[in-house]
């Protein structure tokens, strides 16, 4: 079975420029999710979609950060314009939820990003 | 979701047991006690969960606590591929909740 891929591995860009990150999730799974992983510290959730719906978008900074989930499989996370602290690993899951219970989350390599 | 404290870091000589506290005081009901685990440049990969129960599968025990107020995830016999940060998370079991990731415990496996 294919695991959660994400790319690019690796992004260095400069402040003030834009970026995104892509996730494909493991093929069936309902849920997916975006975490935001500043060095040192655990993940921290960004969205969380189920299908092609918004569930938890709370600690999304909605004014630099979008993310989209067209037709429910393929995820794009954008960051426009970045900051210096947005520098972090960013890491896609998945998991076959459908709302009634927590199952596991599947975690991609994540992306590194560093903004100078 | 209550919070979890776990020790900073471990160490543990190959082939012994890793028992890995950790403590969530404040946790109710119904929240489960889930672990899971970053290896280096990895993202975290599911380890075990439980609610009040003693759990075992093919990676590892858990064993939580009568009152439910702590729990220790125990590796019988550590190899150095379990060189990783442990996440201890209490969460609801709901596909509506959230995990919330602490620093964790980095347990470093020495030959």
């Known amino acids: 079975e294919a695991g959660v891929a994400q790319s690019p591995r690796y992004k260095i860009i400069e402040k003030r420029q834009s970026v995104a990150f892509w996730c494909n999730p493991i093929?069936?799974?309902?849920?997916l999710y975006w975490y935001q992983q500043i060095l040192g510290q655990g993940p921290k959730l960004l969205i969380q979609?189920?299908?092609?719906?918004?569930?938890?978008d709370s600690q999304l900074p909605k004014d630099r950060f979008s993310a989209e989930r067209l037709k429910g499989v393929d995820s794009t996370l954008k960051i426009q314009p970045a900051k210096l602290e947005d520098s972090a690993v960013y890491l896609c899951?998945?998991?076959?939820?459908?709302?009634?219970?927590?199952?596991?989350?599947?975690f991609g390599p994540g992306t590194r990003l560093l903004v100078l | 979701d209550a919070k979890t404290t776990q020790p900073t870091s471990m160490d543990c000589a190959e082939g012994r047991a890793a028992n890995l506290p950790c403590n969530h005081s404040?946790?109710?009901?119904?929240?489960?006690v889930y672990w899971y685990r970053q290896i280096h440049s990895q993202g975290p990969q599911y380890i075990i969960h439980?609610?009040?129960n003693n759990e075992t599968n093919e990676m590892a025990s858990l064993i939580i606590t009568e009152d439910r107020k702590s729990s220790t995830l125990i590796l019988p016999h550590a190899t150095l591929r379990d060189t990783a940060v442990y996440y201890c998370?209490?969460?609801?079991?709901?596909?509506?909740?959230?995990?919330?990731f602490g620093k964790g415990t980095m347990l470093l496996v020495s030959p």
């Open positions: 899951a998945s998991s076959l939820t459908s709302g009634g219970i927590q199952e596991t989350q599947y």
């Open positions: 998370i209490a969460a609801m079991n709901s596909g509506y909740s959230t995990l919330t």
């Open positions: 979609f189920q299908n092609n719906g918004v569930v938890d």
């Open positions: 404040t946790i109710s009901g119904n929240e489960y």
């Open positions: 439980g609610l009040k």
């Open positions: 093929s069936g799974h309902a849920t």
